[in-house]
T-cell receptor
Framework: DQQVKQNSPSLSVQEGRISILNCDYT??????FLWYKKYPAEGPTFLIS?????DKNEDGRFTVFLNKSAKHLSLHIVPSQPGDSAVYFC?????????????FGTGTRLTIIP | GAVVSQHPSRVICKSGTSVKIECRSL??????MFWYRQFPKKSLMLMAT?????????EQGVEKDKFLINHASLTLSTLTVTSAHPEDSSFYIC???????????FGSGTQLSVL
C-alpha cells in the first residue's frame, strides 16, 4: 500500500523553465512533508519542507505547495538548471518535524535539458 | 550543516557471509537513526528504527534476525546483514535525526552486492 505516490517516474524540462514535480498522499494523519534530492549511489539530501499549517513554503528557486483537501503537494523549481537533474523524492511524516519515521514516494527522475 | 557518515560505500561479498554497515553522526548526537533499503527505481523503504540504548523497531516484513541493528552510542548505529544472499543485494541508507535542527540527515548509502 503506497501511501505516498509520485505518479510521474520521469520528467524532462528545458533549462531556464519551470520544473513541477507532483506528489499525492492517502494518509490524512500526515502533517509534515519534505522533498529530497538524490543522485545515483548517494544518500538523499534535504531540499525543502512544509507543515500542514501552511500551504506554501519558498526557499530560493524551490517552492513547495500543499493542498491538504486534495492531499497533494508539488515542488516548483524555477529557473531550472542542469545541476537540478536528479531523482526527487517526496516524503511525509505524522509528526511536525519530530523524529517520526518518513514514508517516501517512489521518486521522479528530473532531467534538465541544456 | 550536520553530517552523517556511512561506511562502506560499496561492498561485494559471497553468499553466506555477514556484512556490517556503520552509520555515524559526525557533529551531533542522534538518539534515533533509521535504516532504509532501496531497490533500483523504487522508493526508499524503511527497514527499522534504531534507538540508542534499546532494541530496534522493525517494520513489518523485515527479518530482525537477518538484519541486526545495534545503536550502542549516540553517534553510531550499525546494520549487520547476516548470512547474506543474492536477494539481499540492494542500496542501504541510514539517516540520523538531528533534534536540534529537527531534520533528518542521510548517509551516502552502501551498495551491497552478494554473489
Amino acid at each position: 500500500d503506497q501511501q505516498v505516490k509520485q505518479n510521474s517516474p520521469s520528467l524532462s524540462v528545458q533549462e531556464g523553465r519551470i520544473s513541477i514535480l507532483n506528489c499525492d498522499y492517502t494518509n490524512s494523519m500526515f502533517d509534515y512533508f519534505l522533498w529530497y534530492k538524490k543522485y545515483p549511489a548517494e544518500g538523499p539530501t534535504f531540499l525543502i519542507s512544509i507543515s500542514s499549517i501552511k500551504d506554501k513554503n519558498e526557499d530560493g528557486r524551490f517552492t513547495v505547495f500543499l493542498n491538504k483537501s486534495a492531499k497533494h503537494l508539488s515542488l516548483h523549481i524555477v529557473p531550472s538548471q542542469p545541476g537540478d537533474s536528479a531523482v526527487y523524492f517526496c516524503a511525509a511524516s505524522g509528526t511536525l518535524g519530530g523524529n517520526e519515521k518518513l514514508t517516501f514516494g517512489t521518486g521522479t527522475r528530473l532531467t534538465i535539458i541544456p | 550543516g550536520a553530517v552523517v557518515s556511512q561506511h562502506p560505500s560499496r561492498v561485494i561479498c559471497k553468499s553466506g557471509t555477514s556484512v556490517k554497515i556503520e552509520c555515524r553522526s559526525l557533529d551531533f548526537q542522534a538518539t534515533t537513526m533509521f535504516w532504509y533499503r532501496q531497490f533500483p527505481k523504487k522508493s526508499l523503504m524503511l527497514m527499522a528504527t534504531s534507538n540508542e540504548g534499546s532494541k530496534a523497531t522493525y517494520e513489518q516484513g523485515v527479518e530482525k534476525d537477518k538484519f541486526l541493528i545495534n545503536h550502542a552510542s549516540l553517534t553510531l548505529s550499525t546494520l549487520t546483514v547476516t548470512s547474506a544472499h543474492p536477494e539481499d543485494s540492494s542500496f542501504y541508507i541510514c539517516s540520523a535525526y538531528h533534534r536540534g535542527g529537527e531534520k533528518l540527515f542521510f548517509g551516502s548509502g552502501t551498495q551491497l552486492s552478494v554473489l
